[in-house]
């Protein structure tokens, strides 16, 4: 059977308000949101939302604290902008696994992986995963976690099912499932225990049992 290339499906994101001043095509503006954005996921991934302030993120960028409230009105909004930038680490992440002509299962494969090490890596994953959980406590609407990924993963997996890589009884819905919460336990249990720096072996662990579980043979 000729091998199925995958389609690439889109993850959604809610638009939401998080910006003042200057339109972000202006290279200045857009590098100066971008080093401000920058500090505070470095901040929010360390200490979370309440203990992060906008004085320190501004001491952090060495700007005034107005200069921050000139491009992000509140600290609920500059929460947002990360997690909003969280999540548009994912749509680039597929792009670039899918440009290199893996079949479908390889494609979950690489893709997961490669998001374990950026959670190991990325300040702005680190912090987009941390506010979700926290989200409690933001005074703003943030976007439904697990959703993309699952729609994602089940796409996917229903491709590598079309194309004979997975076991007849497995069906793509409950694999994708499992897949997410299985590799989101495993990176929030690493987070837990080792602040991360183990999550690529742990997940390489707990992925490579599911993919043994539901391959076809």
Do not use: N
Not at 22 to 37: C, E, G, I, N
Not at 155 to 168: D, I, M, N, Y
């Amino acid at each position: 059977m000729p091998e199925a290339r995958p389609a690439i499906p889109v993850f959604t994101q809610k638009k939401i308000v998080t910006r003042r001043g200057p339109h972000p095509k202006q290279d200045r503006s857009a590098r100066t949101r971008q080093l401000v954005l920058a500090a505070a996921a470095e901040l929010f991934a360390r200490q979370g939302f309440r203990r992060t302030s906008i004085q320190a993120v501004a001491d952090r960028v060495r700007m005034t604290k107005g200069a921050v409230y000139f491009h992000y009105p509140s600290k609920e909004a500059l929460a947002v902008a990360v997690v909003e930038e969280h999540y548009a680490r994912w749509p680039r992440l597929l792009k670039e696994v899918s440009a290199e002509g893996f079949g479908p299962m390889d494609t979950v494969v690489h893709l997961l992986a490669r998001a374990a090490r950026a959670f190991r890596d990325d300040s702005v994953v680190q912090a987009g995963a941390r506010l979700q959980i926290e989200r409690p406590q933001i005074d703003a609407e943030l976007p439904t976690p697990y959703v993309d990924w699952t729609d994602l993963l089940t796409s996917l997996l229903t491709s590598a099912h079309e194309a004979g890589e997975l076991r007849r009884e497995v069906t793509p819905e409950a694999a994708a499932r499992s897949l997410v919460a299985a590799f989101f336990g495993a990176q929030h249990i690493s987070d837990v225990l080792h602040g991360r720096t183990d999550v690529v072996e742990r997940w390489a662990e707990v992925g490579g049992l599911l993919y043994h579980a539901i391959r076809a043979r």
